[in-house]
């Protein structure tokens, strides 16, 4: 169960209980219950559930004499009747009421709380029961085959109206007095008006008998759909609450289609008597979503096909992202595979700068005949593989084995299994012969082990019946044991390939959580759900979004889990990374692009900061030690991605542009990699050497090179034209092609995006088409509120500055992202805190979350302090960190969402550099004024590009030496940050 | 594609059709009482049997997913003294687990019911969809029997089943049942109190089918250690039908899914 934010998309509260609920009610009886609130669960378990809204702790449970299932539940609020009560059917078809309001304090006091009433229906798979507020008095009952009318009082039947043969009724809704609207499985619904004698015309008749016989239903209008009734419908109703206060009928299908009528609120018959039907009033599908918004929704990789050919004819089909070596492996449809480089790739498909594109260094690799179903990188998690390994799945049985730097083929397993489902490598301590092996899973539930030294197929176990869900290696004995979806284990001997047991039930259990119980024996783990939606592509009952939300937030954890995994191994790790998310639409496939921003920021800063050694090493530690005790909340941004893609074979040619911007190390690295494959066990070495020495020098460019492609995403473009342009040239951060879409990242592994066309419903500025990436209107309001209460730093900051532009630029780079993470830690903070301090007291609780605050703030100004030193003298630290912490906490409390801060404070930070810039760049460079006004020459941008790459590459150097001459403001930060926690607390 | 359709036409509902009766089949044998007629559920009486001692002999009763009846003697281990339980006269004791499989069985056979031989079933992934969706549940059905909820000892301390016997329970003595595969279990342990003095290692057990001795736990203000195990069991042949008929129709339901699935990966389909 999760608890989300739905402005902001923030995933609030989780927890697993061993229950599975079909239906949850939120119920709060506002003068007699302290806290947040119940909910009202039921489900494949006895009874009904009660559980607190807040923690999602379970409180208690309404019993019954004979519990059973239940199917089907609704409260019952009236004014007349003076008691909140709980109305259930049970699977058997048992009409059981409990009182809520009655009852809470026993609930509370945790005594049994029985129902008040029981009453068999006999009627089975009852799918609703709804109380009709109006009358206060009628029941419907909605089962499959029939629906029903009850009476309350005494409930006694009042009328039964049987279904169409081949139909299934699914549920119902009160839409007046006497008036109801059922729905069916098959996306029709209908519209009843309950007629009654003149006799029972006042709501109260004394004689219940009377009503009872003559309520009759009457067909008014009905809807139904034309096409596409092979997929289960779920349908629903609801009220309005704002203008223009619409009667909504809603139809969800599992392809993604969600269709809109409006209920009249007369509804009426035709004129002769025979039903009316209603129109359609809307009908959208997530898939139209990314259609409308194509500009935005093209393939990752297809800028790289469209510039030489034109031509868009393969849709990737697997992707994987190498951070050790940024590099992005797109499988094809067509049986191509492309390597391109990861940052780069999305610069160019993201940006709007031509320098970017063409340039770009890819390689296809060519060995499938049909689809590429899963890609795998051995090297990057487990040393033991070597690096020039990688290794393809394909949908014709093939596994290739490719060398990744130069493109030619190992060797080829043709395996005669089916589609490749997965290939996976063996665990870290797993070790064949002093060889690794990698195994992979076919679409005929085999599992082949394959041996790549030997360039051999060790095992093919063939045997399984059930799809296969666990694989596991038992380093002491040679075995593979294998489990399945039924719960089986098979259990193999890898050097004999002979089968040496095959177990079920609990037997099978223990021998799976044995090999999890050792410590020595490493699981590799396949999950069920992406390995479904890889293999079947085929979405399950309901795939709302959030079902396809779950399947990512798996594999961001996964990610995060490995990524951790490495930093203790001490390689330093980028923080970005691309991740593919596959829908079950094909058309719809796309990537996320991750930003880890405290990862970032430390990246940046300590390659910034490099020659302080003491105090830099001090604050390091200060921030694993905040990234770990806060709950790690990311803000990332997203592209979508239509995947497309097309052949080509460019080659090569492209390294020496990229030679020109990154530094020389990294070129070393990289065509030390293309040489390879001579001797590999000695290159290997050699080049990881490399990698790990000049590991600091790449990551200040890639890390750089990381903030302003995440600040491009997040700077609303298009507000002041001369902003944007100053921004492009001076801070070097660019235009964006086409707005993105954002996502958040929430409670470890929560995940929740935005849709391609966010834009159009959010903000209505879709017009406007120089206004682009706005996340909404509030921007400009809070970005005003922010300016004004950090007032007194613009002075301060317009003193001239003495750096060159290529260094102030990079500075400023930094500064905004400071800022940017700043918010993200505050935003994040409260929220994770409260939880924590909930059971103190209220006083305390504020103050600690102040005192939380303030620790974090302290950490992390004190970087913060360092930088703003160079870029002004004096700064005012304390006005500052209180006004800024101030406006922030209000705004998260308000509800502020934190892309929408985020972009606040990037706005007004960026108006006040570009400010300072501006003066300055009248006093020192009369022709960048010229060019002010105007939409920047192309010319000119990049000769000032290539300008500021330049001056990118020599930062470092000189930020060290700027350092190293003030060892004054070094000495300070910790003192400062003393003081700062204390006048607070 | 000829052979897809005869596919998707004729042997689709075939294997539906069997699966109908297999999973019907075995839906009687939780003797329902659907029928309305609540006597027709008929009662079983099974003998519970140890492997070696003979410290706990008894006999239980079971009718559909209740136990009715549950007559145990117990001979305590030091003193040699009989102790005999029995439920009460108008309690029954439900088997959370029948119940539930009963239930998960009969969901099966109401999707499988829906799509009744007129259906025409028009694409391979809306088989593949009913097949997910009827594996689910039977292999939910199957779970229920073959895994016995993990309890701590306070959930079986303070659970109804304690206040079910005449005459009372001693104190000191604490009893579950449970279903393990085709096996009704009953668990006895017996406790001591752990005196406040010597309570320094203590350290309360977890969730558990079967605690060993030793455990220890707290419950209502006073703590206590297990200080011995007696577990009895009875085979019910028709939960061992059930289980079988389970496992039969899920092999059925992936032997379908596969078929359609070769189909599909021959022509690079699009689900929809």
């Known amino acids: 169960m999760c608890v989300w934010n739905v402005a902001s998309g923030q995933c609030i509260e989780n927890t697993k209980l061993p229950y599975r609920h079909t239906a949850i009610y939120y119920y709060h009886c506002s003068f007699r219950m302290t806290g947040e609130g119940w909910l009202l669960c039921c489900g494949e378990y006895q009874d009904v559930l009660i559980i607190d809204a807040k923690t999602l702790g379970v409180l208690h449970t309404l019993s019954s004499q004979s519990s059973d299932w239940i199917n089907c539940m609704c409260i019952v609020h009236s004014a007349r009747i003076q008691e909140d009560s709980l109305v259930a059917v049970s699977i058997t078809g048992v009409l059981k009421v409990w009182e809520l309001s009655s009852s809470l304090t026993s609930i509370q006091e945790r005594q049994d709380v029985c129902e008040k009433e029981s009453k068999s229906l006999d009627c089975l798979n009852c799918q609703a029961i709804r109380f009709c507020t109006y009358t206060e008095r009628l029941l419907l009952v909605v089962s499959s085959v029939c629906w029903q009318v009850y009476d309350y009082c005494d409930f006694s039947l009042l009328c039964t109206e049987f279904s169409k043969s081949g139909q299934c009724f699914a549920g119902g809704e009160v839409l007046a007095a006497y008036r109801l609207i059922i729905w069916t499985e098959d996306g029709y619904s209908y519209i009843y008006q309950l007629l009654n004698s003149g006799l029972s015309k006042s709501i109260y008749p004394a004689d219940g008998k009377v009503l009872k016989e003559t309520v009759y239903p009457h067909l008014l209008c009905f809807t139904g759909l034309k096409e596409n009734k092979s997929f289960p419908f779920v349908m629903g109703f609801l009220n309005e609450r704002k203008e223009p206060f619409y009667k909504i009928l809603f139809s969800g299908e599992a392809s993604g289609r969600i269709t809109l009528w409006h209920v009249p609120d007369v509804p009426a018959s035709m004129f002769d008597g025979s039903p009316k039907e209603i129109p359609i009033a809307a009908i959208w599908s997530l898939q139209d979503n990314f259609d409308k918004n194509l500009s935005m929704s093209e393939g990752i990789i297809d800028h790289l096909c469209a510039s030489k050919y034109g031509i868009e004819s393969a849709v990737v089909t697997s992707s994987v992202y190498i951070p050790s070596l940024d590099k992005l492996v797109c499988g094809c449809e067509n049986g191509k595979i492309f390597v391109t480089l990861g940052l780069k790739t999305v610069r160019a498909r993201l940006l709007e700068n031509v320098s970017l594109k063409g340039n770009l260094s890819h390689k296809v690799l060519n060995g499938h005949s049909s689809r590429v179903t899963c890609l795998l990188y051995p090297h990057d998690n487990s040393v033991k593989f070597d690096p020039s390994w990688l290794l393809s799945g394909g949908q014709d049985s093939v596994v290739i084995c490719w060398n990744i730097f130069t493109g030619e083929i190992l060797h080829q397993f043709i395996l005669q299994a089916g589609t490749v489902i997965e290939l996976l490598r063996s665990p870290e301590n797993f070790k064949f012969k002093d060889h690794s092996i990698v195994c992979c899973v076919c679409n005929d539930h085999s599992v082949a082990i394959l041996h790549l030294q030997k360039k051999e197929c060790l095992l093919h176990a063939r045997k399984h019946l059930f799809p296969v869900k666990k694989i596991k290696f038992d380093p002491v004995e040679n075995l593979l044991i294998v489990g399945c979806e039924d719960d089986s284990v098979y259990v193999w001997e890898i050097e004999t390939g002979t089968l040496e047991r095959h177990e079920t039930g609990e037997i099978a259990k223990a021998i799976l959580s044995s090999i999890e119980d050792s410590e020595y024996l490493v699981a590799d783990a396949l999950l069920p759900i992406s390995q479904e939606s890889k293999r079947n592509k085929n979405p399950e009952y309901k795939s709302s979004s959030s079902y396809k939300l779950g399947m990512v937030s798996y594999n961001l954890t996964h990610t995060e889990k490995s990524s951790d995994k490495i930093m203790d191994n001490s390689l330093i790790r980028q923080p970005f990374t691309v991740l593919p998310v596959k829908t079950k639409w094909n058309s719809a496939n796309f990537h996320i692009l991750l930003f880890d921003l405290e990862k970032l920021l430390e990246l940046l800063l300590s390659s910034q900061l490099c020659g302080l050694k003491s105090s830099n090493s001090f604050h390091n530690l200060d921030t694993i030690e905040r990234a770990k005790s806060t709950t790690e909340k ?36 990289r065509s030390l990699e293309e040489s390879g494959g001579i001797k590999r066990q000695k290159k290997m070495k050699s080049s990881r050497k490399i990698r790990m020495q000049s590991s600091g020098n790449i990551d200040v460019d890639i890390a750089t090179d990381t903030a302003k492609l995440l600040l491009s995403c997040l700077l609303p473009w298009g507000v002041d034209e001369e902003i944007d342009n100053l921004c492009v040239r001076h801070l070097d951060i660019l235009r964006l092609q086409c707005p993105v879409s954002f996502g958040l990242l929430s409670n470890e592994s929560h995940i929740s995006l935005m849709l391609p066309g966010w834009k159009c419903t959010d903000c209505g500025v879709l017009e406007e088409h120089t206004l682009s990436n706005l996340f909404s209107n509030r921007v400009f309001d809070l970005s005003n509120k922010y300016l004004a209460a950090t007032e007194g730093q613009t002075e301060t900051k317009e003193e001239p500055v003495n750096n060159t532009y290529g260094a102030k630029g990079s500075e400023t780079v930094i500064f905004l992202f ?47 302090g360092e930088l703003s030193s160079k870029t002004s003298k004096h700064h005012s630290p304390d006005f500052r960190r209180g006004s800024l912490l101030k406006l922030i906490c209000c705004w998260s409390d308000q509800s502020i969402k934190i892309i929408e801060a985020m972009q606040a404070v990037l706005l007004a930070e960026v108006q006040r550099t570009t400010k300072t810039l501006r003066k300055t760049a009248v006093y020192r460079e009369p022709l960048a004024i010229v060019e002010n006004g105007n939409v920047s020459a192309l010319k000119h941008g990049k000769s000032s590009n290539s300008a500021n790459f330049q001056d990118v590459e020599d930062v470092p150097d000189r930020c060290v030496l700027e350092e190293s001459e003030s060892p004054d403001d070094m000495k300070a930060h910790p003192w400062i940050s003393k003081v700062c926690s204390c006048k607070v607390c | 594609e000829e052979e897809f359709k005869w596919l998707l036409q004729e042997e689709v509902h075939a294997v539906l059709k069997q699966l109908q009766d297999i999973l019907k089949e075995a839906s009687h044998r939780f003797a329902l009482p659907a029928g309305g007629a609540e006597g027709a559920a008929k009662q079983e ?141 009953l668990t006895i342990y017996q406790l001591h109190v752990l005196q406040p003095s010597t309570t320094k290692n203590f350290k309360p057990a977890g969730g558990s089918i079967l605690h060993n001795p030793g455990a220890m736990f707290e419950f209502g203000n006073q703590r206590y250690e297990v200080s011995h195990v007696h577990k009895v069991e009875c085979v019910v042949p028709w939960l061992n039908d059930a289980l079988v008929f389970f496992t039969v129709s899920l092999q059925l339901c992936q032997q379908l899914k596969d078929k359609i699935s070769v189909f599909s990966s021959y022509w690079n389909y699009k689900p929809y």
């Open chain 1, 634 to 669: 990311r803000a990332l941004t997203l592209k979508r991605n239509k995947t497309a893609g097309s052949i080509s074979t460019v080659d090569g040619q492209v390294d020496a542009v990229c030679a020109n911007q990154v530094s020389g190390d990294t070129n070393a690295v």
């Open chain 1, 818 to 864: 400071n800022r940017i993470a700043l918010i993200n830690r505050i935003i994040n903070m409260p929220s994770a805190d409260t939880s924590e301090i909930e059971s103190s007291h209220r006083s305390e609780s504020v103050h600690d979350k102040w005192r939380n605050m303030e620790a974090a703030m302290s950490s992390f100004s004190s970087f913060y």
């Open chain 2, 45 to 185: 009486s099974f003998v519970l049997s140890t492997a070696g001692t003979d410290q706990v002999k008894g006999v239980l009763t079971l009718q559909g997913d209740a136990l009715c009846q549950a007559d145990v003697n117990l001979k305590m281990p030091r003193s040699n003294q009989l102790l005999h339980f029995a439920f009460r006269e108008d309690k029954q004791w439900k088997l959370q687990q029948i119940q539930d499989a009963r239930n998960h069985v009969n969901q099966a056979i109401y999707l499988l019911m829906k799509r009744d031989v007129n259906y025409h079933f028009k694409t391979g992934s809306e088989v593949l969809k009913l097949m997910d969706a009827v594996m689910l549940q039977l292999s939910r059905a199957r779970n229920r029997l073959t895994t016995p909820a993990t309890l701590t000892l306070p959930e079986i301390a303070s659970s109804g089943l304690t206040r079910m016997f005449a005459p009372a329970l001693p104190p000191d003595i604490l009893v579950n049942f449970y279903i393990n595969l085709n096996k009704l279990c």
